[in-house]
């Protein structure tokens, strides 16, 4: 009998708290990912790294051997400048001489991978006011992106999305369900070939130093606006057309993010996913509801009468000739 007594009390304290609960497991689901993708990265990487440090260590100390006039400290000292230009973008090297990071269509990409928080980090502004113009630009870019994002994906998806639902719904009698779990992969399929596939394979051809993999891998970073910033397209010193490379590559990451973007709207619309969603959402008390209610019947009802009295004022404008006696009057006048 206790027993009983104490598991409906836990079963009702669950029902109760079933949003507090939810969102603590997905709390604690979310760490626990990150340890586990900590964990896998230091696994796979730290051996790669470790032979890569040894490497360089033998070529430095071979570099010494061979020249004995040099000592440590300069060639610290030098290798220091070259890894701080490096980093800001420009390269020492002969065979990169060539390029430049800021000349127009190199600017033009450099601004739509700011505004679409992408950032590479291959290019980086130099000068001071490079800096805090970049940071003027951003505050207001950032937030126009998103403006003009959301309106281009919410009138986009009513063609892509909604009416194509509705329409074999409505016309062929599927259930609506069914048919936007279909069309969702439809076009999560049409998506990842037109934008993942396709240029993968485009850029593998394109850069010589890339393999399916790798081109796999930029579109994939970018697209999902990660930008690690370790393979970026159109720097190669023999690049052609690179000027207009850079270009299609501009307008490739503005339409493969809006694509994106709808695909990610038209899985969110799937009822499934709204049901799971509202298990972690904090749900509105009842008194707040009853009150939100209450309130706006209470609008409701004003408005209504407000319109009616100003109905009848307006029916006895319209009427000059009504007889406007009292009605003690026309009693009178019935009994004569």
Known sequence: MLQSLAGSSCVRLVEQHRSAWCFALLVLGYLLYLVFGAVVFSSVELPYEDLLRQELGKLKQRFLEEHACLSEQQLEQFLMRVLEASNYGVSVLSNASGNWNWDF???????????????????????????????????IGIPFTLLFLTAVVQRIIVYVTRRPVLYFHIRWGFSK??????????????????????????????????????????????????????????????????????????????????AMLVVLETFC????????????????????????????????????????????????????????????????????
């Not at 679409?116 to 940071?135: E, M, N, Q, R």
């Open 105 to 139: 269509t190199s600017s033009l990409f450099f601004a739509s991978t700011v505004l679409s928080t992408t950032g590479y980090g291959h290019t980086v502004p130099l000068s001071d006011g490079g800096k805090a113009f970049c940071i003027i630009y951003s505050v």
């Open 269 to 336: 619309e799937l009822h499934e996913l709204k049901k799971f969603r509202k298990l972690f959402y904090v749900k509105k008390d009842k008194e707040e509801d009853q009150v939100h209610i209450m309130e706006h019947d209470q609008l409701s009802f004003s408005s209504i009468s407000d319109q009616a009295a100003s109905m009848k004022d307006d029916q006895k404008a319209n009427e000059p000739f009504v007889n406007s006696q009292s009605p003690t009057s026309n009693d009178s006048s019935l009994n004569n």
């Open 177 to 258: 369900q069914v048919v936007a779990i279909i069309h969702a992969m439809i076009l999560g399929f049409i998506t990842v070939s037109f934008f993942f596939l396709i240029p993968a394979a485009i850029f593998s051809v394109l850069e010589d130093d890339w393999n399916f993999l790798e081109s796999f891998y930029f579109c994939f970073i970018s697209l999902s606006t990660i930008g690690l910033g370790d393979y970026v397209p159109g720097e190669g010193y023999n690049q052609k057309f690179r000027e207009l490379y850079k270009i299609g590559i501009t307008c490739y990451l503005l339409m493969g993010l809006i």
